[in-house]
């Protein structure tokens, strides 16, 4: 079926085409036309028959000259072959179609989009870019050649590209505009905090909070930027209301607690902070911060008690590891605590994943702002939230 689905539909297509241009042409010189035309016809479906596509293409093209009334004919031709993964046949057709001086503006958009979608599905991403270029110059709100340069921008790290890009998107009002405009200024604030200018960061963290002012992304590196300026109290605030608005993302929380709390030397206070925020969502990971927290001040009773806890409310790979090395250092605990570990250790394996996609269902240990699967922004929410 692989092999004779497209020589069907292509011949369907033809036959179609063939029955209406001879039906409009009989009166001139019936005879004649017919054997011509069917005659190269049926060649160039012998060609596709013999799996000879290459000069299929020649012959049809030749035989089906691009006019108001082909042109589909000529795009359903292509799209076909490119999605039986027959790319080079595809960008042979399209390209056929754009080098034709009598399209009209629309045509030519047509014509140049599925060349463009050609190119990207044959990897080709700088002339896919030239073209969707060229879309955006011929109609500055063509929204999927607008969406089709941001992805390629995104692919590339070009994030004042994507940035220009996405505001079209914003502007016209798409589901996503905002979001991927955010998006954009985050990325570029981190670049420029990567090199140091703190006073350009923080003007893209501005302009991305202006857009959403609930941009969790924004208002987490907004604090490491008040933080490194020195000012706490802003910083502080911005934790407050984080910690308000969206308590259940407390793990990527916790490098800015830690900073704040400590930053005056506060540890008794950051352990109080995070006891309450561990019985509010028994986060393995503030668990691991917990006990990270009293083997620094050495509190090891303090340790061993709640590590028992730990362990059966909010087992994890990480706390285990925690716990066999914490054993190795003080073996006098081994008796006492290796019989409660290795129990709950067996159940492990399942709680590897601590975020999902809420998009694809793509999960991770980690979180991220940008699937890696399906590349949706700001989908991944923790498991247990």
């Not at 027959?86 to 001086?101: F, G, M, S, T, Y």
Request: charged share 25%; hydrophobic share 40%.
């Amino acid at each position: 079926m692989d092999i004779w689905f497209p020589a069907i539909i292509i011949a369907s297509l033809l036959l179609g085409w063939l029955i209406g241009r001879l039906s409009s042409s009989t009166r001139q010189s019936p005879q004649n036309n017919f054997n011509d035309c069917a005659e190269s016809y049926i060649q160039g479906l012998n060609y596709l028959l013999a799996n000879k596509s290459d000069k299929a293409i020649e012959l049809f093209v030749d035989l089906i000259k691009v006019d108001n009334e082909t042109m589909e004919t000529h795009l359903a031709l292509g799209n076909l072959f490119r999605s039986k993964g027959e790319v080079d046949h595809a960008i042979k057709i399209h390209q056929n179609l754009v080098a034709r001086p009598n399209l009209d503006q629309s045509q030519r958009v047509m014509a140049l989009t599925e060349l463009a979608e050609d190119y990207l599905k044959a990897g080709l991403l700088d002339r896919a870019e030239n073209l969707f270029k060229e879309l955006v110059q011929i109609n500055p709100k063509n929204i999927s050649a607008q969406r089709k340069l941001f992805e390629l921008y995104s692919l590339e790290k070009a994030w004042p590209l994507a940035r220009t890009a996405a505001q079209v998107l914003a502007d016209e009002n798409e589901p996503d505009g905002k979001l991927i405009l955010t998006h954009c200024y985050c990325e570029m604030a981190e670049n420029a905090l990567a090199s140091g200018n703190l006073r350009e960061a923080k003007e893209y963290l501005d302009k991305a909070v202006q857009i959403d002012n609930r941009c969790l992304r924004a208002l987490l590196a907004l604090i490491d930027v008040h933080f490194k300026t020195g000012q706490y109290q802003r910083a502080k605030k911005i934790f407050n209301q984080l910690l308000n608005s969206s308590p259940q993302f407390i793990d990527i929380y916790l490098k800015p607690a830690r900073q704040l709390f400590l930053h005056n030397g506060s540890a008794d206070k950051y352990e109080e902070f995070l006891l309450t925020q561990y019985h509010k969502s028994s986060s393995s990971t503030v668990a691991l911060e917990i006990l990270q927290s009293y083997a620094n001040a050495e509190k090891h009773e303090q340790l061993r008690d709640f590590l028992r806890e730990a362990v059966k409310s909010s087992p994890s790979m990480e706390l285990f590891d925690f716990a066999f090395k914490y054993l190795q250092s003080r073996p006098e605990s081994l008796s006492d605590l290796w019989p409660e570990i290795s129990i709950h250790f067996q159940d492990t394996n399942n709680k590897r994943i601590a975020y999902n996609c809420s998009v694809c269902g793509y999960g991770s240990q980690n979180m991220h702002w940008n699937c890696p699967s399906c590349n949706s922004w700001s989908s991944f929410r923790p498991v247990n939230s």
